[in-house]
């Protein structure tokens, strides 16, 4: 099991970027998917991106495509979200969430129920 920190949050303004990192403890790391939640005040926890074990797959929910980027460095056991042309409704908690090798990840890459370890979350606020 790993334990997961994320880091890199912040008050920005409209435009700005920010790159969050998830680091993880656990020589298994590299075996593990890793997804980025995020859960703004009085709204439901939502999908954001996640990336396969190798890092050769990513996905993104529509409103983030083109601007944000899911990556991995496993020598690292880090994880990065770096969110570009950031806009006030991205303002949120982002959690990252991980998952030791999950089945059919291509199907239940969305779903907060995939992943077993959760971080703590990072506030990212963002000001128009």
């Known amino acids: 099991q790993v334990q997961l920190v994320e880091s890199g949050g912040g008050l920005v303004q409209a435009g700005d970027s920010l790159r969050l990192s998830c680091a993880a403890s656990?020589?298994?790391?590299?075996?593990?998917?890793v997804g980025w939640f995020r859960q703004a005040p009085g709204k439901e926890r939502e999908f954001v991106a996640a990336i396969s074990w190798s890092g050769g797959t990513t996905y993104y929910t529509d409103a983030v495509k083109g601007r944000f980027t899911i990556s991995r460095d496993n020598a690292k056991n880090t994880v990065y979200l770096q969110m570009n042309t950031l806009n006030s409704e991205d303002t949120a908690v982002y959690y990252c969430?991980?998952?030791?090798?999950?089945?059919?990840?291509?199907?239940?890459?969305?779903?907060?129920?995939?992943?077993?370890?959760w971080g703590q979350g990072t506030q990212v606020t963002v000001s128009s």
């Open positions: 969430a991980a998952d030791y090798d999950p089945f059919s990840f291509d199907r239940t890459y969305s779903a907060p129920r995939t992943y077993n370890t």
């Open positions: 656990g020589r298994t790391f590299s075996r593990y998917a």
